[in-house]
């Protein structure tokens, strides 16, 4: 069943599960055209435009690798959002977010959070630990940190900065 998420400029973007597949994510354009893109699990796009007169008909329909989601995402203006939210995270005093990634040569790879002490040590919080396709939201201290993984920490600049190091070197 379609999820509806209703923006704050008023229009509406339908999530729709697709099992095996991915997530489809349609709008009806201020036109009147009905456009989808299709996030395939494979991480490939696809981008789909229906016949206005029938909205189960595909008129058109343009398959899109990383790199072309990614430059039309730009032309889109994704960079411009990118430097708002930027300039948002500045706005609050103090806090900082970031993404560290756990690289084969850490001490504390196949090791869990807690023994690295991140908070104790340095402030910080690891409020999610990014895994290929998956990430584990508020993981607690027995997760295990594997060569691969991306932690997403929040902290003052200056505590990441340490437990970025710590990360490195232990």
């Known amino acids: 069943m379609p999820e509806q998420i209703r923006r704050t400029d008023g229009s509406e973007i339908q999530e729709t599960a697709l099992p095996g597949v991915g997530v489809r994510y349609e709008f009806t354009s201020s036109a009147g055209v009905r456009v989808a893109v299709v996030h395939h699990r494979s991480g490939r796009r696809e981008l789909i435009l229906f016949e206005p007169d029938d909205p189960d008909c595909v008129q058109r329909s343009v ?3 990383e790199v072309d989601s990614r430059t039309l995402a ?3 203006g994704a ?3 990118a430097e708002h939210l930027a300039r948002l995270q500045q706005s609050v005093e103090g806090l900082a977010i970031d993404w560290l990634p756990i690289g084969g040569s850490t001490p504390f790879a196949g090791r869990t959070i807690g023994d690295t002490q991140a908070r104790s040590r340095t402030g910080v919080s690891i409020v999610a630990v ?3 396709e998956s990430a584990s939201a508020a ?3 027995e997760e295990e940190l594997r060569p691969g993984d ?4 929040v902290g003052t600049a200056r505590g990441i900065e340490q437990l970025a190091e710590i990360l490195r070197s232990g």
């Open 74 to 76: 730009e032309m889109l």
């Open 139 to 141: 993981p607690g201290p």
């Open 79 to 81: 960079s411009k959002v």
């Open 63 to 65: 398959d899109l690798d």
């Open 130 to 132: 990014l895994r290929g």
């Open 150 to 153: 991306t932690l997403v920490v």
